[in-house]
Every structure is written in C-alpha cells, then in structure tokens.
T-cell receptor, first 111, second 116 residues
C-alpha cells in the first residue's frame, strides 16, 4: 500500500531559526514528489522533485530528494512568522493518476 | 492513520455527460470536506467547502450549477460535474478535515477526469 510519512507532525520555533521537515514514502511507481504550503485555503505549490540529489531552491526554502532512501527534506532558513503553515508532502505515481499525501507538518514560527 | 478515498480514480467521458466523483473518509467522521482542482504547474485551486447536512460554500468563480456538491453523510461527499466539456478535464482532489485532537486535513488520491 502506498504511503507518505511526514515528521515531525508539529514544530514550534522562533523567528530566525532554521527548520528541516522530513518526508518519507513508499510508492510502487514513483513519478515525482511535491511540497505544498497550506495556510488558509488551497495548498500553495512549492517544489516538484523528480531526480535524486538535485537541490531545488526558492528564496529561503530548499528541498532535495533521495530516491534510493525514499525521502525528501524541506529546509527553511531564517524562518519568519509568515512561514507558519502546514507543509504537505505528496507523491505522484508514474501514471499520473494518483497522489498520496502525507499528514503534513504544522510549523509555528513565534516572533 | 486517517484515510480518504476517492472513486473513481480516473474517468473518461464524452462531452455533455455528467460525472460523479465520490470522496469518503474511511475511518473518521468529517463534517467538512474540501474539493480542489489541479491546474498546470501543480497548483491546486479550492473549488468549494462541503459541509455535512448543509449547502456547500463555493469559491468565487466556481459555478455551483456546474459543479454540484452533496455531503450526504459524515463520511461521504460527492462532486458531480454536470454537462462536462473538454475544459473540465483535470485532476480533482478532495480532502476531509478531522476534528479529533489537532485539526488535520487528509487528502484523497485524486480523480483524473478526461472529457472527450
């Protein structure tokens, strides 16, 4: 059975801290791994990862995939209160017909 | 952990027909479910919030007569795409909100719709 596990489930930090969010997966026919940030309504797309070892970066956020060990990490440096959200990891299967979402990591950044 | 299922996983239909997609929370009760549509570049758009026992709340720009939502029970919400057209072809994802303990949204696997 395909599944995605995220850790930690909840995290509280102070502004300026660096955080690492983890996502591990078991998917039969892996196609891509996606990270989303969910604040209020729809999750906002952050990254799509398909190849191992290639870091994707956007401002203070970066992510990398390890297809051998079946995990990905999302790093946020110099966190700000606006980074407070639920971060979702989702894995897409090779036929593009299924997503498996993780439970999310709830990040709270305190001033 | 909590599981949300969608049925069917994918569907191909002719233009003008209606398609019903089911979203079920398998091991928890969900008074609120959400329907999303995936757009290019992986973005997700919230279409509507489905509330058990009451009318759905639609986001601006989403036609309620086109996308009928019914939340008949605490474990089932349905989205019916009426008179589907090729531009309705997309990936539709639902999520269900668990109210036990820390409020969490659990996402379904999605339904891919192709309208010919």
């Amino acid at each position: 059975e395909d599944k995605v596990v995220q850790s930690p489930l909840s995290l509280v930090v102070h502004e300026g801290d660096t955080v690492t969010l983890n996502c591990s997966y078991e998917v039969t026919n892996f196609r891509s791994l996606l990270w989303y940030k969910q604040e209020k309504k729809a999750p906002t797309f952050l990254f799509m990862l398909t190849s191992s070892g290639i870091e994707k970066k956007s401002g203070r956020l970066s992510s990398i995939l390890d297809k051998k060990e079946l995990f990905s990490i999302l790093n946020i440096t110099a966190t700000q209160t606006g980074d407070s959200a639920v971060y979702l990891c989702a894995v897409e299967d090779n036929y593009g017909q299924n997503f498996v979402f993780g439970p999310g990591t709830r990040l709270s950044v305190l001033p | 952990g909590a599981v949300v299922s969608q049925h069917p996983s994918w569907v191909i239909c002719k233009s003008g027909t209606s398609v019903k997609i089911e979203c079920r929370s398998l091991d928890f009760q969900a008074t609120t479910m959400f329907w999303y549509r995936q757009f290019p570049k992986q973005s997700l758009m919230l279409m509507a919030t489905s509330n058990e026992g009451s009318k759905a709340t639609y986001e601006q720009g989403v036609e309620k007569d086109k996308f009928l939502i019914n939340h008949a029970s605490l474990t089932l919400s349905t989205l019916t795409v009426t008179s589907a057209h090729p531009e309705d072809s997309s990936f539709y994802i639902c999520s269900a909100r668990s109210t036990g303990g820390v409020e969490t949204q659990y996402f379904g696997p999605g339904t891919r719709l192709l309208v010919l």
